[in-house]
Antibody, heavy 121, light 107 residues
Framework: EVQLLQSGGDLVQPGGSLRLSCAAS????????MTWVRQAPGKGLEWVSTISGSGGYTFYADSVKGRFTISRDNSKNTLFLQLNSLRAEDTAVYYC??????????????WGQGTLVTVSS | EIVMTHSPATLSLSPGERATPSCRAS??????LAWYQQKPGQAPRLLIY???TRATGVPARFSGSGSGTEFTLTISSLQSEDFAVYYC?????????FGQGTKLEIK
């Protein structure tokens, strides 16, 4: 059974940093692209970033480019999202999601439970 | 970026009725479209990919249709557990984009 267990959400001040983690099990982690999707309170889903199975390709939404960094440790079956220069509009529940192929992910067939990031002074 | 637009924003129906929320893309996405269901406090759940292929474990009352810019999710006979928010997502172009969702509520 695929499981994605997230951690790292917290309350952080504007301009601060945070690192989110997503521990994967139940599948061959390096064979699949992984993605972060966020959802602001009461709002819809927003794609944030995708990383290929090898980690060689990364893609970012314009809203986070230059501030967020996606990475993965295939030896530890773990996905990361480093959030820097945080803004109030980054406040959201962040989900990690498993793609269906190694390069781009396409659609997402399994999701983590979500972790809340709140940016406020 | 491709903008995905749902209609209607809210759909009020009774159990047993048929639901047909729609999703329109601002430019063609071929059949590179997925549908997700999200209930309050839960992560999204994949329902449909490739515009019309049901994901594993999804009941047969859910079906998807469309190509290009116009897509429809059909729930043939609503069950109580189907009242939720439904999102479409295109994966034809970067950035991947979601619609704002259709909320399916009990009438």
């Amino acid at each position: 059974e695929v499981q994605l267990l997230q951690s790292g959400g917290d309350l952080v001040q504007p301009g601060g940093s945070l690192r989110l983690s997503c521990a994967a099990s139940g599948f061959t982690f390096s064979n699949y692209a992984m993605t972060w999707v966020r959802q602001a309170p009461g709002k819809g889903l927003e794609w944030v970033s995708t990383i290929s199975g090898s980690g060689g390709y990364t893609f970012y939404a314009d809203s986070v480019k230059g501030r967020f960094t996606i990475s993965r440790d295939n030896s530890k079956n773990t996905l990361f999202l480093q959030l820097n220069s945080l803004r109030a509009e980054d406040t959201a529940v962040y989900y990690c999601a498993k793609g269906i192929n190694v390069d781009y992910g396409n659609w997402f067939d399994s999701w983590g439970q979500g972790t809340l990031v709140t940016v406020s002074s | 970026e491709i903008v995905m637009t749902h209609s209607p924003a809210t759909l009020s129906l009774s159990p047993g009725e048929r639901a047909t929320p729609s999703c329109r893309a601002s430019q063609s996405v071929s059949t590179n479209l997925a549908w997700y269901q999200q209930k309050p406090g839960q992560a999204p759940r994949l329902l449909i990919y490739g515009a019309s292929t049901r994901a594993t474990g999804v009941p047969a009352r859910f079906s998807g249709s469309g190509s290009g810019t116009e897509f429809t999710l059909t729930i043939s006979s609503l069950q109580s557990e189907d009242f939720a928010v439904y999102y479409c997502q295109q994966y034809n172009n970067w950035p991947y984009t979601f619609g704002q969702g259709t909320k399916l509520e009990i009438k």
